[in-house]
């Protein structure tokens, strides 16, 4: 059994290889439309759904605390953390609308969505987009695969995050190197931490 686990602690690595020269530059991108975004005292709003949910919430609780250092904290609200709003919306409308309300009523120019599929095909998140760019917002889509519906929605001044990986828990693994990557990134920039 251990070497099933050493062989798990391979495919990680492997994977995160496999995307990661390819990622970099756009990484990178991404992190300067962030740093853009919060100079221009722009917000960032981020969502998922299941296991990117999680993931969105550690990139918000990592942008209003901290990272690895000590550093003012930054606005990113990460829109699946009211219960009440949730259920209301999707008791009175569905649930496609769950992220898009929020951004409507929080999204404004100049701010970023940040939106997390490993399928790429959550209709909440397609709706979510389309509600951002009616706003005049930025996308940046972290997905997997093949980048599903979300990957033909963005335009010109988005960026795709894409973990073009088969296996979901490697496509989480990537966003979550990719969320602190752009974490560190908005720290350096920003505060000129190392």
Request: proline residues 3%; negative net charge.
């Amino acid at each position: 059994m251990p070497q099933r686990v050493y062989s798990l602690f391979q495919q990680s690595v492997e994977a995160k290889m496999q995307v990661g020269e390819e990622l970099a530059p756009l990484i990178n991108q991404a992190g300067d439309i962030l740093v853009e975004s919060l100079i221009h005292e722009g917000k960032i709003l981020i969502c998922g759904n299941g296991v990117s949910a999680a993931l969105a919430q550690i990139f918000s609780s990592s942008l209003i605390d901290r990272f690895e250092k000590e550093r003012p904290s930054l606005p990113a609200i990460w829109l699946g953390s009211n219960i009440a709003t949730y259920t209301a919306i999707t008791a009175d409308y569905n649930q496609s609308e769950v992220y898009a309300k929020p951004v409507r009523a929080l999204g404004q120019e100049g701010d970023i969505l940040v939106v997390i599929s490993s399928s790429g095909n959550s209709a909440n998140l397609v709706q979510a987009i389309s509600a951002a760019h009616d706003r005049g917002m930025n996308v940046i889509a972290l997905t997997g695969r093949d980048g599903g519906d979300i990957s033909s929605l963005l335009d010109v001044n988005d960026i795709e995050l894409r973990a073009d990986l088969n296996s979901r828990g490697r496509i989480h693994e990537v966003h979550m190197l990719t969320i602190f990557c752009l974490c560190d990134l908005i720290d350096h920039r920003l505060f000129g931490l190392e």
